[in-house]
């Protein structure tokens, strides 16, 4: 990191241990993103009740990268230990997800086609639909959603996700938009 690591308790003294612990997480989120420039850790003390010792603590990360910053705040937590655990793994998730993303490894789903039925063989378990651009789709009796060929008949408007299967496109995931 750039920066140093700035650690900031609230409402009681950190715990040297603790503190160690903070510093270990914080320098091993590098390993996940070698760009972080800075990571700011508060942590806070439960509101004090008479009577009451521990939790629940509340942690906040705050992580500096290049063009962006990324926070995490997890709270209620009885035990500091397992609030600082669930707080840098909510944060090494944060900063994955941002690091996939960054490199163009990020899975995107196809966006659903609209389509109309133009051919139902319900002894045979399958059908086709008729796109707005003219194109003939298959689709088989276990792509309809919450099972939905049943209800379906001829002129049935559909919205469906296109895949190339072994003899032509075919729709998958059809869900009915209009009967």
Same mark, same amino acid.
């Given at each position: ?20 612990? +903070? ?19 508060? $942590? ?19 992580? $500096? ?8 705040? *997890? ?8 609030? +600082? *655990? ?29 389509? *109309?039925?133009? /051919? ?10 008729? /796109? ?8 088989? *009796? ?11 008949? +001829? ?20 869900? +009915? /938009?209009?009967?």
């Amino acid at each position: 990191m750039q920066r140093p690591l700035k650690i900031t308790s609230r409402d009681f003294r950190l715990n040297p241990a603790f503190e160690a612990e +903070i510093r270990e997480k914080a320098t091993a989120l590098e390993t996940f993103y070698r760009r972080l420039t800075g990571c700011e850790v508060t $942590v806070e003390a439960p509101a004090l009740r008479h009577h009451r010792k521990g939790g629940p603590f509340v942690v906040r990360i705050r992580m $500096v990268l290049p063009g962006k910053e990324l926070e995490v705040h *997890r709270q209620a937590e009885e035990e500091l230990s397992q609030a +600082i *655990r669930e707080a840098f793994d909510a944060a090494r998730r944060r900063i994955e997800d941002y690091a996939r993303a960054q490199s163009g490894r990020v899975k995107t789903h196809e966006s659903a086609a609209a389509g *109309r039925v133009t /051919t139902l063989e319900p002894d045979l378990d399958y059908g086709f639909l008729e /796109t707005p651009d003219g194109r003939e789709i298959y689709f088989h *009796r276990n792509s309809v959603l919450k099972g939905g060929f049943e209800k379906l008949k +001829i002129g049935s408007e559909v919205r469906f996700v296109e895949e190339q299967g072994e003899k032509g496109p075919q729709a998958s995931t059809v869900s +009915i /938009t209009k009967i």
